[in-house]
């Protein structure tokens, strides 16, 4: 499948500053330590960057509008899993957002505000209830996520909650 096009991401990386470019490329740095931390010597010897950078999770925040909007290409469909990766993903920037040093990333929360909005409008508000099965929360532990873990697509392009019938260990 083609790569989704991410205007605002690549808008926003293009115009970086030096030193706000600087901060991102040392926080891709310090990711891809983390990263190659975690797998054999002969593959992390390999890797040159972080499969989840800065620009990186951004452009996967953004493609999930992009995808919602589109309705979901190439086939109308779209894993509970991926999507839980997704909101993963933006908890990783909020995180990312609250840690910039003092001045750095000029623009970066106005960036993800204007992703947060598409996100927001291509959503409902349904308390975590779609997710709950997924995430096997019990009841009342959605409240404490953050507000994008609250929002669902009206028509989820994932298969409902699996029944009692169809997973006895439920």
């Known amino acids: 499948m083609a790569r989704l096009a991410v205007p605002t991401t690549e808008r926003y990386f293009s ?3 030096p030193a706000d470019a600087r901060v991102f490329d040392a926080l891709d740095r310090e990711a891809l330590e983390e990263e190659k931390s975690r797998v054999a010597p ?7 960057t972080p499969t989840l950078g800065v620009k ?3 452009a996967i925040w953004e493609t999930l ?5 589109e309705g979901w290409p190439p086939d109308g469909t779209y894993f509970v899993d991926e999507y839980v990766n997704d909101l993963d993903t933006r908890d990783a920037l909020e995180e990312l957002a609250e840690g910039l040093p003092e001045g750095a990333g000029r623009g970066f929360r106005a960036v993800l505000g204007e992703l947060d909005e598409v996100f927001e409008a291509l959503t409902e508000e349904d308390g975590g209830a779609s997710l709950a099965w997924r ?4 009841e009342g532990e959605a409240p404490l996520r953050a507000w994008w873990w609250h929002r669902a697509p ?3 392009p994932w298969a409902p909650e699996p029944s009692a019938e169809a997973d006895p260990e439920r």
């Open 154 to 156: 009206a028509d989820a």
């Open 56 to 58: 990186r999770r951004l």
């Open 42 to 48: 002969w593959v992390a010897e390999k890797l040159t």
């Open 15 to 17: 115009t970086l500053t």
């Open 65 to 69: 509008g992009v995808r919602m909007r």
């Open 135 to 138: 995430l096997d929360e019990a």
